[in-house]
């Protein structure tokens, strides 16, 4: 009873924030990168007809290693909207659509979030206010690469990492720092199902 009793004073009068639910919303495998700058900086040293794909390891830029990479295996698709005219792309990416399957494109997704949960405990166990504070960031990073010109004369699947050469680079993109607080409010608490039943009744609303 005196647990209880503690432990309700505690939630009352100083929330017991580290008894807060937390949540990390990443991959299982490290990403290799740290945050949204490490991705920037490495991603700047890709140099068009230059880095090969053996360089783009180097930086961390793997495709089968950095979880969640798409390989595109048909450029068109992602560089040429509806409607819209090869001519109208930039020359590498023109090129890269030209080529067809001899050009191979990466589609990097590196991302990182945290959700905390903030506020009262008493009132968030009641559901009467529940605050979720969600930090982190997230890139994306299009890789285009086509053999180089010294590539060996066999299937494409043959060629050596250091026989394909990037062309066309888009990106990276996205967020570097995320930071987004939702509150979720209802006064009905443990009895909001009744809303249901009362459409009158106020209501759950989120900020």
């Known amino acids: 009873m005196r647990q209880l009793v503690s432990l309700l004073m505690c939630v009352v009068l100083v929330g017991c924030s580290n008894m807060m639910p937390r949540t990390n919303l990443t991959t299982s495998k490290p990403l290799g990168f740290e945050n949204y700058d490490e991705v920037q900086n490495k991603a700047s040293k890709i140099v068009p007809h230059v880095t090969t794909e053996k360089d783009l390891k180097d930086l961390g830029f793997d495709a089968e290693v950095v979880p969640n990479t798409q390989i595109i295996r048909e450029p068109k698709r992602t560089l ?56 982190g960031w997230e890139a994306i990073l299009y ?21 394909w050469v990037v062309v066309y680079v888009v990106g990276p993109e996205g967020t570097p720092n995320i930071d987004e607080k939702k509150t979720r409010t209802n006064l009905l608490g443990p009895f909001q199902t009744l809303d249901q039943v009362f459409p009158g009744l106020p209501n759950a609303n989120t900020n």
């Open 80 to 135: 040429l909207r509806d409607g819209e005219r090869v001519e109208t792309l930039p020359e590498a990416a023109q090129l890269c659509v030209i080529e067809g399957e001899r050009c191979k494109g990466y589609r990097f997704y590196l991302h990182e979030e945290d959700t905390e949960g903030e506020g009262n405990l008493l009132l968030r166990l009641v559901r009467i206010k529940v605050i979720d504070v969600t930090t």
């Open 143 to 163: 890789v285009y690469l086509i053999p180089s010109f010294n590539a060996r004369p066999v299937p494409l699947h043959q060629l050596r990492d250091d026989e």
